[in-house]
């Protein structure tokens, strides 16, 4: 009869031999992005934790989607890609936010090494990025074990407490050491160990060491639950393939100093002296052990109904827990070679006692895996600020929250299980503010006369809520608002618009501020061959939109206007401001074609080019330009400065888009619609005012009927003014 090992064996070969494919996330703008689609088939919005879901997908077989670290919304919509933040050969794990100097940074590990963990290439490094996806510092640890340099392994990347001045990472190490193991068939003795180390290293660039714990010093081999030659632990016959007795998978270090130990394969939690133990205790001596053959609890009970004690096996992602006076875990309950020790993985809460010599772990919490799944590697379990607990299966491609009482209010996934899979998953808030080459922009018509559609994005950024697109049919001539479109929570924010050539858009914030502008795109038309298989939106999923699939089209005809001035609007060359009544006027959104808010600095490069975004490389040559600069209006005037021309104090000419009123009329020229002079009919964004009164609806904001109050998106001028 076969071994569990071989059959196991023999099922990973298959299932690597099988493309792992997904359905993936169709962007138009960033056709460089092979993403994973998350579908969330339960929420219950009312009783989520705020928040960004990070997860790191990956597959050990082939695969159509990019492997990378990303963040998706409570909608299952993408924010962010990190693919081109991997360095070559490298895989993301371990995605989250953590702590550096005092503020929110993104941090994961970039792994290369066997399959499951282990000695990693000496290229593997964790890293803190701040909120610009920009790197801060790479971790590592530094130093030897038995001759050979210690390197990062994907198990554990801990950046501790706010200041985030150290980190908890975990190294593995295949040594010479003999060892024979009763418990398992035939009494097998190795050569060869594989042992886990945790080190604390400072996050200064240096890595100094300032704490480092050896299993193999403090620790039995034999207290394992595995077998020398099972399936995927080593067989410890040479020095490339020790045996794995111990699996470190997880480390914390809390309030006192001490550290949190987690060994799979010894199904045991080690709470471990720190440097500054308050006890007085030896450095790295272990205090007590959870679970396992040295189990330190002779009290293991629960209070979960359903769950007579507390109970579990092969766990990942232990942490200590001041708020409950103990410890969480993720159970995995089974690690494909032993026998279950329950019927489905669950994240677990547990408390310490270990009051006058009697120590007692109880079970308060358990927060059961929806679909009873047992997952057999990997997973985790967060504790969310609200209450909530958020679950990641790890060897199943599926996240789920539920609150404290283990009610299930959200769950997701990007396939249809192993060996799809995600090491880890986390739940946080996020604030991204990605450069201006992460800003992108397609523009399509179905013909030359077909409406057109615009596809506008900017990966990792959380705070647009909204695009204006302008377009021409010139790429250096002037451009016109064409639409304005409010961003729903997608990756793309999509509108139409009447056809012209070319097109660029602007983001906004939810204070109508200016964030970042794209590069001038040539808008897609298909050609006579390709345009039967599209439709009014977009080509059929994976169309290559490049120059050979292109139709020519001629310029439109110029838009109609109803007075002699012109309708166009010079592309803008916005300036900082600097003053109050430029902030405020700021406020005005979705009005004109432009805001008078401060906006970030962002130097304009020569020569913008257009550019065919049918493929990564072509997209990212084409973020080299960036024509956005600041907009600057002059304190304490009734002048809007849209952009750069400045009405004078206490006149009712408002000179937007650089197109001026005449004094003491009522026809306003805003954003390239004109009205005519003496009439008080103001057609402004596509709102209409009604004929022979001063209501003005300006974008949803109304003036009230028979006055000169002008509300203006919030900003009113006084009466006969």
Sequence with gaps: MPRIRDVLLLLTSFALSQAQNVTLLNLLSRPDLQVPTLYVTKSEPALLAPGYIMITPSTPGKTNFQQAPYIYNSLGHLVWSGIHHLAPGLGPYDEKVCYYKGTPHLCFTQFTGPVGGGPGGLGSFSEIMDETYTQVVAVAPSGAFAG???????????????????????SYVNFAHNVTYPACPGSPTTPFTKTGILTEVSTDGLNTTLFRWNAI?????????????????????????????????????????DYLVSSRHCST????????????????????????KQNSFPVMDSTVPGTPNLNFSFQHHARFRPSINGVSLWDNSNNAINP????????????????????????????????????????????????????????????????????TIFYANWGNGPPLQSYRAFKYEWVGKPPITEIALFGYALNCTAPAAFYASWNGATEVVSWKYFTSSSENGTFALAATAVNNGTFETFTTAPFNLYVYAIAYDDLGNMLGQTPTVSVFVPDAALAPSCNAISCPVGTNYGAKSKATCAAPPAPTVISSTSSTVVKPTLKSSKTSKATSAAKIQQTASFTTSPLAEQKAKENPKLVDFSNQESWQDSHSSSNVVPCEGKEDTDALDLPGKAAKEDSDAFDLCGKAAKKDTDAFDLCGEATKENTHFLDLCGKAAKENAHSLDICGKAAKENAHSLDICGKAAKEDT
């Design 148 to 170: 050979q340099d210690l390197t990062q392994d994907l198990h554990e990347f801990n950046v501790i407490g706010t200041a985030g001045a150290s980190a908890l990472v975990t």
């Design 269 to 292: 939690l080690f709470k471990i002296a720190g440097n500054s133990n308050a006890d007085g205790l030896t450095p790295g001596s272990i205090i007590w052990r959870l679970g396992g």
């Design 340 to 407: 279950a020790s329950a019927v489905a993985s669950s994240g677990m809460s547990v408390t310490i006692s270990t009051v006058n010599g009697t120590n007692k772990a109880t079970l308060i919490d358990q927060y059961v895996s929806p679909g009873r799944q047992l997952d057999s590697s990997q997973g985790s379990h967060q504790f969310l600020p609200n209450g909530n607990h958020f679950m990641g299966l790890g060897s199943y491609p599926d996240v789920y929250e539920q609150t404290s009482d283990g009610t």
């Design 217 to 257: 010093d403090h620790v039995d081999p034999t207290d394992t639950y595995v077998c020398p030659g099972d399936f995927n632990v080593g067989t410890g016959t040479s020095i490339g393939d020790g045996f794995d007795f111990f699996h470190i998978n997880a480390l914390d270090k809390d309030e006192n100093g």
